[in-house]
């Protein structure tokens, strides 16, 4: 009896011992014996990112996620259940022998689970400390043979390393999806792609429509988002290869912390943690303009934020539907005043745009900008070429088919080489920019100049006055004004 209570106290100090250790040793792994039910966490090892379960805003159902280990501020990067809430504290997810993370409720139903091509031998489940929950063979850090990662499942956030564009191999897209609220991280209709199409871009949808798009990656940014700029936060990069096309940045100090949202109203958010506040600092948002909005002045349109209204027809483009123009509906957009004849067509540039859709332009990475004009030339549905590579003078060939769509006037050095009919080539008004300064000069210079006779004429009708008021006066002094002659006099 006694050495049954001295061998039960023994088993219950040892497993408080055990509990303490495992307290005091956060793990970054889950493998097969080892599971994670609500209440539990994992810690990447450097402590920076935690995994578990969690509740957003105001919600109270339950969902696995990832967030922030070393921010006051509860601020979830990831969540694997987003479409399937779990109602109550019940959930456990473990790792299955084939190396396959599964999240079940109450009744022991899947509620959620990740996937893979090849089955494990001896899977763990690590949570690095980029964020990246990693399932992989134990013991295997090489990051190409992984069976899955969650950065290959973004949500509505990207963390430097991770990638939105596409796998080419694949197929598979690295996209965001906003949440439908603060409190409800399931899909809302809002999404971030890359269109593979044409010359790849980035763009926005509300539900299946454009709402937003980055334009083409320069060499230095997107040609229509604010400039990137080297800082001493992130890095960040355009890679586009047989592989794979992506956008991704990377820390420079890994104590530091930055994201990108695509929140829930479309804004594209990038965002800072400042530690002496404890917040979560608003760096830029990327899509806040009015003239942001796709297609806002239609084809061949061009937005200018300075204007007002902002809508323009491009040089040498009048509106479609005149009456719809004029009523600041711009869908319509322009058409043009003179038709191409093909052979005998120049261009004329137009500077500091946000270039249009390139979905239906074609490419070529080594043409020089002469190359790229004689291939424009040389079809005749050809409307505009550009530099694909700003940088060190220029490379690359970008070409536009047909209409041109949402462009704006931006202070970007993108310049944009558009096609127009020989005869309309001749007065030099190469940018519509340059077209409203002239006119301005115009205004200002007849103004000048009529204002200038007004006073010239004045000038001379008192000339004429004074004059023929002596001749008068020499004549007959004091016949028209008593005062003035007796003054005279
Ligand atoms: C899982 O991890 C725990 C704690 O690290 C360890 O005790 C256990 O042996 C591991 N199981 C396997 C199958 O590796
Ligand atoms: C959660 O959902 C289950 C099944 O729909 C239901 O039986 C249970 O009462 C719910 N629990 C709570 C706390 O709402
Ligand atoms: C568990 O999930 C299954 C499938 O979604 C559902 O039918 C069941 O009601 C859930 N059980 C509880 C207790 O929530
Ligand atoms: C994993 O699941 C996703 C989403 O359901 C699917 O698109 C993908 O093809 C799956 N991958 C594998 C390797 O089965
Ligand atoms: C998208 O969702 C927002 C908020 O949920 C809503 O206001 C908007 O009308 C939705 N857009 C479409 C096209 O349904
Ligand atoms: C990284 O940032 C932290 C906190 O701002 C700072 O203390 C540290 O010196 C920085 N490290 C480097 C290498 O710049
Ligand atoms: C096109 O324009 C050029 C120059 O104005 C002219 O020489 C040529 O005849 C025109 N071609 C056609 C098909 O109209
Ligand atoms: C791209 O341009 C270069 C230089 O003009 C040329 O040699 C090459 O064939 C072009 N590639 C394609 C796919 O047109
Ligand atoms: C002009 O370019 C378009 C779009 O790439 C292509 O479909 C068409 O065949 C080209 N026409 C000629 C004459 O090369």
Not at 302 to 326: K, M
Request: aromatic share 8%; hydrophobic share 35%.
């Amino acid at each position: 009896m006694r050495f049954l209570r001295d061998c039960i106290s023994i088993l219950l100090f040892c497993s408080t011992l055990l509990l303490i250790v495992e307290v005091a040793t956060p793990v970054d792994t889950i493998n097969t014996t080892l599971s994670i039910r609500d209440g539990d966490t994992i810690v990447s090892a450097g402590g920076t990112y935690e995994l578990g379960f969690f509740s957003p805003g105001k919600s109270k159902n339950r969902y696995l996620g990832i967030w922030y280990g070393k921010i006051s501020v509860q601020t979830a990067v990831w969540v694997a259940n987003r479409e399937s809430p779990l109602n109550d504290s019940s959930g456990v997810v473990r790792l299955t022998n084939q190396g396959l993370l599964v999240l079940v409720n109450r009744s022991g139903s899947i509620i959620w689970s990740s996937n893979t091509s090849t089955p494990a031998r001896n899977p763990v489940a690590q949570l690095l400390d980029s964020g990246n929950l990693v399932v992989k063979e134990e013991g295997d850090n090489n990051p190409e043979n992984s069976l899955w990662q969650s950065f290959e499942h973004p949500g509505n956030t990207l963390i430097p390393g991770m990638k939105i564009g596409r796998n080419r191999v694949t197929g598979m897209d690295w996209s965001l999806a906003a949440w439908k609220s603060l409190d409800d991280p399931s899909r809302g209709n809002i999404t971030g792609i890359l269109v593979p199409y044409g010359y790849p871009e980035l763009v926005e949808l509300e539900d299946s429509k454009v709402k937003y798009r980055s334009g083409p990656w320069n060499g230095l940014g997107f040609s229509g988002m604010p400039p990137l700029k080297p800082n001493p936060i992130y890095t960040y990069e355009f890679v586009f290869n047989e592989k794979e096309i992506f956008y991704r940045e990377q820390l420079v100090n890994s104590s530091m912390h930055c994201r990108i949202v695509l929140a829930q109203n479309g804004d594209i958010q990038q965002l800072l943690w400042i530690e002496k506040t404890q917040s979560w600092f608003l760096y830029e948002t990327e899509n806040i303009n009015n003239c942001a909005r796709y297609k806002l002045c239609g084809a061949n349109g061009i937005c200018s934020i300075n204007n007002s209204p902002v809508c323009d027809c491009l040089n040498g483009f009048v509106p479609r539907v005149p009456r719809d123009w004029e009523r600041t509906d711009w869908s319509s957009g322009c058409i043009r005043k003179t038709a191409l004849n093909c052979s005998g067509d120049g261009f004329r540039k137009v500077s500091g745009v946000k270039l249009p859709e390139t979905r239906q332009s074609w490419f070529n990475k080594s043409m020089s900008l002469e190359e790229c004009r004689n291939t424009c030339l040389k079809n005749c549905s050809c409307t505009a070429y550009a530099n694909m590579d700003i940088r060190n003078g220029g490379s690359g060939c970008l070409l536009w088919f047909n209409d041109l769509i949402d462009i704006l006037f931006q202070d970007e050095k993108d310049t944009i080489f558009i096609r127009r009919a020989a005869s309309e080539l001749g007065n030099g008004d190469s940018a519509k920019v340059n077209t409203k300064s002239n006119a301005k000069k115009r205004i200002v210079v007849s103004t000048v100049l009529s204002t200038g006779l007004v006073f010239l004429g004045l000038a001379l009708v008192l000339l004429l006055h004074v004059w023929r008021k002596q001749q008068q006066k020499k004549r007959n002094p004091c016949r028209w004004t008593r005062n003035s002659c007796e003054e005279a006099l």
